[in-house]
């Protein structure tokens, strides 16, 4: 089983320098790319790859790059977004520490495909780590020619920035985080027009996250029928898998895209820890619906997923235990989205409070029946197409899910007018 | 007043920004980074460096959660409360933390040596629960290693 993106990632150890990067065939693809190949061929093998975006949404990676305008000769971005900020979401950390200089290279590569001379790489502030190991790689990156003026001494030039966060979780909303980038506060914008013709400071700018652009250059270097053949289904690719909770051994891996979830959480994961029985799971960060035991033996991908009524979002599995309280687990989650709104959009900024209230209510013992209809009408009223942003849209599906898998456990906070699980 | 190597650094670091204020948070952060938090001066001097109003860019400013406007002490304890921490009990641990330094979360030590604060999750689930202090990771904690890990900050 090949993982190109991890294979040269050692957990604990310093990342490899660029020359140890070079020596395992590092920087390839940019001269491949820059020497061999037109901005169109990139985006060509790039889109027959049927590489989907990695941050959450899967929109493919191909089709985003050939919306940015071809007649527009205004100056363009690429961004990356690498405000990894998703509660359960840790798998593009490993990039950024593992292998910085990965990234880099997935950078001027696509940077050159869509046509862009500035790059941003946009972290959040509390990857400290990831900051100092990117700061040195991009220095050394520059110094031997891999950025900056005519790249591999082709005529592409491109200035690659680190830009870091502050805390807050709305920056990884994508337009939230060019209005963040431009120095404003982070507030999300209304799309049309979407960033790949009006992104930062108006510019055509396309956005994607660490893990989607790692990917490129291996696509570049091995075909894009190479890239197809590593997944389990029709989604190109590998797929870096986490598992957080009372399991085992928690942690990450890269696996074939499409890997059920008994195999995570059973063979990687080690099943759940003595004394733990297994309840049901978010698959792919907080703001995914509920999957059950009956779920398992579902392919981790984005059709697969969708089709049992959840996303692959992250691809981060949280484990819930049958000794956890579920109320209390959504009143953790509804808690998190509450506090990070950041209050633009009116349903967004009252309905999520609300919700929190009302779980609160549940777990202090003070729940009424009539709340369960509250907080069912509050899904339907902060769904999608009713605020801004995905916030609270995505705030939504575990309650969403909650509600229909733990009507019971709702039920007996009420009858028992306390946390049954206290 | 901001130093010589402050106002250098800021206008550097616009540099990079299509418009200069692109570097306003980079730039609040470089001057909290020696005198912990933003003052109304401090705000003032940066605003200018980066043509903005003062009032522009304390909007940004308290947008964020890293960005102090008041006071804070020499160490910052960032709490994950997120999923996963919290399935892995970080309750305990913030009574822990709130009994051991006698104060609530969201307060600075009497002795002005600690501030405790809740955080968005802080990206290392497998290591959960986690803590940071002043930009350190400290994983797979109990309230017993938690009160080693904060002993070397004492």
């Given amino acids: 089983m090949e993982r190109p993106l991890t294979k040269n990632i050692r957990p604990g150890e310093e990342p490899l320098s660029l020359e140890a990067y070079v020596r395992m065939g590092g920087y390839e693809a940019v001269r491949k790319a820059l020497r061999e190949m037109t901005p169109d061929d990139v985006v060509k093998m790039v889109t027959e790859s049927n590489l989907r975006g990695r941050g959450g949404a899967g929109f493919p990676t191909g089709r985003k790059w050939s919306l940015a305008p071809k007649d527009d000769r205004r100056p363009r971005y690429f961004v990356v977004n690498a405000d990894e900020m998703e509660p359960g979401a840790f798998k593009d950390r490993m990039l950024l520490e593992g292998n910085p200089h990965q990234l880099i290279e997935g950078i001027v590569v696509s940077a050159f495909a869509t046509h862009a001379n500035v790059a941003f790489i946009f972290l959040r502030a509390e990857y400290t780590l990831a900051a100092r190991r990117l700061e040195r790689a991009i220095a050394e990156a520059y110094a031997k020619g891999y950025l900056g003026r005519s790249i591999v001494e082709s005529d592409f030039d491109l200035a690659l920035h680190l830009h870091t966060g502050a805390g807050r979780y709305i920056c990884g909303e994508e337009t939230a985080l060019l209005t963040a980038l431009e120095g404003n506060r982070a507030i999300p914008r209304a799309k049309p027009p979407y960033p790949q013709t009006s992104g930062l400071w108006g510019k055509p700018t396309i956005i994607n996250n660490v893990e989607t652009v790692v990917n490129v250059p291996h696509i570049i270097n091995r075909g894009a029928e190479w890239f197809r053949g590593l997944s389990r289904g029709s989604d190109g690719g590998t797929k870096i898998y986490g598992l957080s909770g009372h399991v085992k051994h928690p942690g990450s891996w890269e696996l074939p895209m499409g890997t059920t979830i008994r195999e995570i959480l059973e063979e990687h994961g080690g099943g759940m820890r003595e004394g733990y029985s297994f309840r049901a799971l978010l698959p792919g960060g907080a703001s995914t619906e509920f999957l059950l035991e009956e779920h398992l033996d579902v392919a981790m991908d984005f059709q697969s997923v969708e089709e049992v009524g959840s996303r692959l979002g992250t691809g981060t599995i949280i484990v819930l235990d049958g000794q956890t309280c579920p109320v209390g687990m959504l009143h953790n989650l509804e808690h998190f989205f509450a506090r990070e709104s950041c209050g633009w959009c009116t349903p967004c900024r009252d309905g999520l409070p609300w919700t929190e209230r009302i779980l609160a209510a549940f777990e202090e013992g003070e729940g009424e029946p009539g709340d369960l209809e509250i907080l069912a009408m509050h899904t339907q009223f902060l769904g999608p197409g009713k605020t801004f942003c995905a916030l609270a849209p995505g705030a939504m599906e575990p309650l969403k899910s909650g509600l229909r898998y733990f009507r019971k456990d709702f039920e007996r906070h009420i009858t028992e007018k306390r946390c049954p699980w206290r | ?154």
Avoid at chain 2, 6 to 33: F, H
Avoid at chain 2, 138 to 149: I, M, N, Q, V
């Fill in chain 2, 1 to 154: 007043m901001l130093s010589f190597d402050e106002n250098k650094t800021i206008s550097k670091l616009a540099d990079r920004y299509e418009k200069k204020r692109g570097a306003c948070v980079e730039a609040l952060k470089m001057v909290q980074r020696w005198r912990g938090w933003i003052s109304d001066e401090d705000l003032n001097d940066v605003a200018r460096c980066l043509d903005m109003s003062a009032d522009e860019l304390d909007g940004v400013a308290t947008f964020y959660n890293l960005i102090f406007r008041h006071p804070v002490g020499w160490h910052t304890i960032l709490i994950c409360d997120s999923v996963s921490c919290w399935i892995m009990g970080c309750s305990a641990l913030r009574d822990h933390l709130e009994k051991e330094l006698h104060l609530k979360l969201g307060e600075t030590t009497a002795d002005g040596r600690f501030t405790l604060l809740p955080t968005a999750c802080l990206g290392a689930c497998d290591h959960a629960p986690v803590i940071m202090i002043d930009g350190d990771l400290h994983g797979d904690l109990s309230p017993g290693k938690l009160s080693e890990a904060l002993a070397s900050y004492r």
